[in-house]
Antibody, heavy 122, light 107 residues
Framework: QVQLVESGGGVVQPGRSLRLSCAAS????????IHWVRQAPDEGLEWVAS????????YYADSVKGRFIISRDNPKNTAFLEINRLRVDDTATYFCAKEAREWEMTEWLGPWGQGTLVIVSS | EIVMTQSPATLSVSPGEGASLSCRADQSVGNKLAWYQQRPGQAPRLLIY???SRATGVPDTFSGSGSGTEFTLTITSLQSEDFAVYYCQQYYNWPRTFGQGTKVDIK
């Protein structure tokens, strides 16, 4: 079955960088786009970034543009979210999710991973 | 950016009763609307896509309706596992946006 497993979270000081990973299995990873969504403690969901199946096109929320970089390594079935110049308000659980349809990024978010928690604190 | 607004913020319901959750977009999203359920401590789970299509494995006690700017998620006969937070999300254009969520709790 489809499985997405995030890793790379932890406690980080403001201003530092972090790279989150999303390891995928159970589907043809190179055929599907990947999304990152975050959730601050006791808050709602915020879409952060998305990447096409082949990595050629990327989308970012305005709130993270210029600091976050989404990427993927298809042979390793893994997507990444690099967070630079971390701020206290980046504290959140970061989820990756699979795009619903092959070869497109026009649909809903399919299965989600369980998330990885990032805490930004001095 | 399309703003999604959900109401109410919290809905208190007795087990076995039904519930209707509302989601409004500030511009038309056609039927490009999904609903997700998030239980405490868990990842969100897709319930409804295309405004009214149930995802695989979702019981028929959940139904979605609406198009354009007004959408509703209806849950009939709430079970204990249905008490959760529900989010709507538009995928009509970028950036993808979520509503702020409706928490359904036990009355």
């Amino acid at each position: 079955q489809v499985q997405l497993v995030e890793s790379g979270g932890g406690v980080v000081q403001p201003g530092r960088s972090l790279r989150l990973s999303c390891a995928a299995s159970g589907f043809s990873f190179s055929s599907y786009g990947i999304h990152w969504v975050r959730q601050a403690p006791d808050e709602g969901l915020e879409w952060v970034a998305s990447i096409w199946y082949d990595g050629t096109t990327k989308y970012y929320a305005d709130s993270v543009k210029g600091r976050f970089i989404i990427s993927r390594d298809n042979p390793k079935n893994t997507a990444f979210l690099e967070i630079n110049r971390l701020r206290v308000d980046d504290t959140a659980t970061y989820f990756c999710a699979k795009e619903a349809r092959e070869w497109e990024m026009t649909e809903w978010l399919g299965p989600w991973g369980q998330g990885t928690l990032v805490i930004v604190s001095s | 950016e399309i703003v999604m607004t959900q109401s109410p913020a919290t809905l208190s319901v007795s087990p076995g009763e039904g519930a209707s959750l509302s989601c409004r977009a500030d511009q038309s999203v056609g039927n490009k609307l999904a609903w997700y359920q998030q239980r405490p401590g868990q990842a969100p789970r897709l319930l409804i896509y295309g405004a009214s299509s149930r995802a695989t494995g979702v019981p028929d006690t959940f139904s979605g309706s609406g198009s354009g700017t007004e959408f509703t998620l209806t849950i009939t006969s709430l079970q204990s596992e249905d008490f959760a937070v529900y989010y709507c999300q538009q995928y009509y254009n970028w950036p993808r946006t979520f509503g702020q969520g409706t928490k359904v709790d036990i009355k």
